[in-house]
């Protein structure tokens, strides 16, 4: 029996199903991965971080180019690190609160900022006037010991050199209520 020329070889027709249906999984997939980074949800997850792990001393350079050592025990008041990337959209997006940050809670923490990379921190300095000190380029060090990656990232360190505190990606309406509630501040809606 001979088929009609409009129907097909249904074993290449179901091939090419599985691999539409394959492309739209892989492409939602991605599509959410997107849309968490997007909304601050944690690029890492929150579990790796183990509240009183000892942080090292940070390995860090100052504007200059001059290798500097913050230590992170010891100190007078607790450390806060906030991480940023000076060409990310989203460090851009979340400057307001960390300026917010940077001025009601000062007094009562040492606040300084780290940029992944030299490239642009100066400008994003000069363009955000942000208050605190800015180093650049973590050693390989540094970023294993904080593991480092997207950013924006805020991490408190206590005065006795652990990890009191992490927030991860954009600060959504629910982070910005952790950091609000955490340090005593109001930030900006």
Request: aromatic share 8%; charged share 20%.
């Amino acid at each position: 029996m001979t088929r009609p020329s409009w129907i097909r070889d249904t074993r290449w027709d179901r091939a090419l199903l599985a691999l539409i249906a394959c492309s739209v999984a892989m492409a939602s997939g991605l599509a959410w991965k997107l849309h968490a980074v997007s909304m601050g949800v944690g690029v890492r997850p929150l579990s790796e971080w183990q509240p009183a792990t000892a942080i090292p001393a940070i390995e860090v350079l100052d504007a200059s180019g001059t290798a500097v050592r913050l230590e992170t025990s010891g100190r007078s008041k607790p450390l806060v690190l906030y991480v940023f990337s000076p060409e990310s959209e989203w460090c851009h997006r979340n400057h307001a609160n960390f300026q917010a940050l940077e001025r009601q809670a000062s007094g009562r923490f040492d606040i300084v900022a780290v940029a992944l990379s030299k490239a642009g921190s100066s400008r994003y300095a000069n363009e955000h006037q942000t208050r605190s000190p800015i180093y650049t380029d973590p050693s390989r060090a540094t970023s294993d010991a904080l593991r480092l990656g997207p950013a924006p990232a805020l991490l408190v360190i206590d005065r006795k050199g652990r990890l009191a505190a992490t927030w991860l990606g954009v600060w959504s309406a629910h982070a910005r209520g952790e950091v609000e509630d955490y340090f005593g501040v109001r930030l900006p809606r």
